[in-house]
């Protein structure tokens, strides 16, 4: 079983940063790909980006030039760096990872960000 523990989550003005981070635990498993979604109050859960072991990555077009992820694979570590944050980033946003080698999805328990003046 894998653990997702996520951190860096909290309160920010719009055009600040924060960054978050979510460490990946868990005996006998290979992490493949990783990544970030997010939730916003009443609306479905969205992709903001993922990475590949290889360090391939992929964003929503509303995060493109504003977030960065990437990954230490030694350490079964994602990252997602927030710039330029707007209210329409408020969310809890959600850390996520699937097994490398056999079929396996799992989530962190989320951390809220919220942008405001």
């Known amino acids: 079983q894998v653990q997702l523990v996520e951190s860096g989550g909290g309160l920010v003005q719009p055009g600040g940063s924060l960054r978050l981070s979510c460490v990946a635990s868990g005996t006998g498993v290979s992490i493949g790909v990783m990544g970030w979604y997010r939730q916003a109050p009443g609306k479905q859960r969205e992709l903001v980006a993922t990475?590949?072991?290889?360090?391939?990555?992929n964003y929503a077009d509303s995060v493109k030039g504003r977030f960065t992820i990437s990954r230490e694979n030694a350490k079964n570590t994602v990252y997602l760096q927030m710039n330029s944050l707007k209210p329409e980033d408020t969310a809890v946003y959600y850390c996520?990872?699937?097994?490398?080698?056999?079929?396996?999805?799992?989530w962190g328990q989320g951390t809220q960000v919220t942008v405001s003046s």
């Open positions: 990475i590949s072991v290889g360090g391939m990555t």
């Open positions: 996520n990872a699937n097994n490398r080698w056999k079929p396996g999805n799992y």
